[in-house]
């Protein structure tokens, strides 16, 4: 075998039904026998996929987190490119609803954000290749199934793939402390990608001098700041209540 492992019932139970053939082979906890276990086990033996009831211990050397008692080896995923993203924009006759997070190198937060993009509809996850957290087997966990739903996209140059996404009529709000504006002052009803900066230290320079606008979120209390998956899930459901309005 060869490729990554996906942990969690939410992170197995998506690739069994979105992405079946990566699917080498599944590692269950001792002692469970309700009817999860059932379907996902019939479902494996249909597909030929091997299982094997083990011990918590060796699910426990497979990976590192709370794997709920399920772990299965996958093939690696070939991923989004940039031009299959560009492309899918060009088809759909919605207008484009994108997430980028400008070096979010938390795995945790990374997980939060895909699973509250896909809760909203969002199209895709855009992030830098490098000083940013990749779709790691805790970032799938987290995500409980999204990163399996959502497409994330690595891109090389960010600055420039913004520049793409702006010729192609996208709007990109992003988010700043000391932004004038607030995110309830926004349009999020076109075609609009929301960027969010990393943890604590905010988008780089050239990202935010290639935003359209800024916005801050409205903070009365005595924190200054939230945490990144927590400030996206507020603006992403702002987004979302305009966009259904």
Known sequence: MS????????????VLKREP????????QTGRQDKRVKSITGALDNLGVRWKVVHRKE?????????QGIVAAVS????????DLLAQLASSD???????LDGVTDPHNLGACMRTADAVGVQAVIVPKDKSASLTPVARKVACGAAETVPFVQVTNLARFL????DQGVW????????????????FKGGVALVMGAEGKGMRRLTREHCDQLINIPMLGHVDSLNVSVATGVCLY????????
């Open 3 to 14: 490729g990554e492992f996906v942990f969690g019932w939410h992170a197995v139970e998506a």
């Open 21 to 28: 053939e990566r699917l080498q082979q599944v590692w269950i």
């Open 59 to 67: 699910l426990d050397e497979r990976v590192a987190g709370v794997h």
């Open 76 to 83: 690696e995923s070939r991923g989004w490119s940039e031009d």
């Open 94 to 100: 919605k207008p484009p609803f994108l997430l980028v």
């Open 163 to 166: 520049r793409t996404l702006q």
């Open 172 to 187: 990109l709000i992003g988010t700043a402390g000391e932004a004038s504006a607030t995110l309830y002052q926004a349009d």
């Open 238 to 245: 702002e987004a979302l209540r305009q966009r259904l309005g």
